[in-house]
């Protein structure tokens, strides 16, 4: 989702970035002598921006980038993030996106199988989104690709690849 007004982590970080935007100097060649001259907390906020713009924790179908999303699980669990506090699941950021079985499941998984039910009694696609948004709404409930794993999950994949990449050892080149 692209659209800041209906992301609250992407409207922050919009704002970060105009921020920053008015304290750095404008010729590139004056950062380092600038840096040098401000305050601990105001590098450490800008060195803690940047490399904000270098995590990606997006899950492509087909990547070979797996340890992106491991360091920014890693990141989210060190800074404490509490993932329904930057992203709320809703018709439109989620259940209009993914099949009636996901929107179906994920019901259940927020408010138990009786919720379920009603989703699946929906006649049309429509209905069951708007359902789900609807009995979803205020639970704090995130879908697992937002979700931040926690640690013994990453250790359980990363045990699971080793051993694939010693079955395949060409397929790990």
Same mark, same amino acid.
């Given at each position: 989702?692209?659209?800041?007004?209906?992301?609250? $982590?992407?409207?922050?970080?919009?704002?970060?970035?105009?921020?920053?935007?008015?304290?750095?100097?404008?010729?590139?060649?004056?950062?380092?002598?600038?840096?040098?001259?401000?305050?601990?907390?105001?590098?450490?906020?800008?060195?803690?921006? $940047?490399?904000?713009?270098?995590?990606?924790?997006? !899950?492509?179908?087909?990547?070979?980038?797996?340890?992106?999303? !491991?360091?920014?699980?890693?990141?989210?669990?060190?800074?404490?993030?509490?993932?329904?506090?930057?992203?709320?699941?809703?018709?439109?950021?989620?259940?209009?996106?993914?099949?009636?079985?996901?929107?179906?499941?994920?019901?259940?998984?927020?408010?138990?199988?009786?919720?379920?039910?009603?989703?699946?009694?929906?006649?049309?696609? $429509?209905?069951?989104?708007?359902?789900?948004?609807?009995?979803?709404?205020?639970?704090?409930?995130?879908?697992?690709?937002?979700?931040?794993?926690?640690?013994?999950?990453?250790?359980?994949?990363?045990?699971? $690849?080793?051993?694939?990449?010693?079955?395949?050892?060409?397929?790990? !080149?």
């Amino acid at each position: 989702m692209k659209n800041a007004e209906s992301c609250r $982590s992407l409207s922050a970080f919009n704002d970060l970035a105009e921020n920053y935007g008015h304290h750095l100097p404008g010729n590139p060649t004056d950062l380092f002598d600038w840096l040098l001259e401000q305050p601990q907390d105001m590098v450490l906020m800008l060195l803690a921006f $940047s490399a904000a713009h270098s995590v990606n924790a997006v !899950e492509k179908k087909f990547t070979d980038r797996k340890k992106g999303i !491991e360091q920014a699980n890693q990141l989210g669990r060190a800074l404490k993030v509490h993932m329904p506090d930057w992203f709320e699941t809703t018709g439109d950021s989620y259940f209009k996106h993914v099949n009636r079985t996901t929107i179906e499941l994920s019901v259940a998984e927020a408010r138990g199988s009786d919720a379920e039910l009603s989703v699946r009694a929906a006649a049309k696609k $429509s209905e069951a989104v708007t359902i789900a948004d609807r009995l979803v709404a205020g639970t704090g409930w995130i879908p697992a690709p937002v979700r931040i794993a926690p640690a013994e999950l990453e250790q359980e994949f990363e045990s699971e $690849s080793i051993a694939e990449d010693e079955q395949f050892p060409q397929a790990a !080149e």
